[in-house]
């Protein structure tokens, strides 16, 4: 076997292929593009589904957005979509860079510098284009 690629490198190229075949459309299809699809819900509306709603002495949606950034950065930031849009909710729930930076590098202690290094990459991503989107 000649090809440096991996089998699984090798089954996804295969995929790919298979997918264009039923679909030409996907030859240029970017899934950061796809996540665009996806509206960020306002404040008010997270606050709603997910901040006290339990109880009224809960936590707000922006702490439990920090959480679940915190969550997925201990998983090894391995759910690339799920970090992005996490960070775009944490924006309109009113978090500033600080504190999703902050809590991506606190997660360095438990999850290792490689998690926290791969979380900051996408939530920076996230918020170059959220400057541009403001301008």
């Given amino acids: 076997m000649t090809d440096p690629r991996t089998p699984f490198e090798l089954m996804m190229a295969q995929a790919q292929e298979m997918a264009k075949a039923f679909n030409p459309a996907l030859e240029s299809f970017n899934p950061k593009e796809f996540e665009k699809l996806w509206p960020t819900m306002p404040k008010d509306f997270m606050e709603f589904w997910f901040g006290r709603g339990l109880s009224k002495e809960g936590l707000d949606s922006k702490t439990r957005l920090l959480l679940t950034l915190a969550g997925l950065t201990m998983q090894g930031a391995q759910a690339d979509t ?33 998690a926290m290094t791969r979380a900051m990459e996408l939530a920076r991503a996230v918020m170059e284009d959220n400057k541009d989107d403001a301008s």
């Fill in 82 to 114: 799920a970090v992005r849009m996490t960070v775009r909710h944490l924006i309109e729930a009113g978090a500033t860079k600080d504190e999703i930076a902050e809590t991506i590098a606190h997660m360095s202690m438990f999850a290792g510098l490689p």
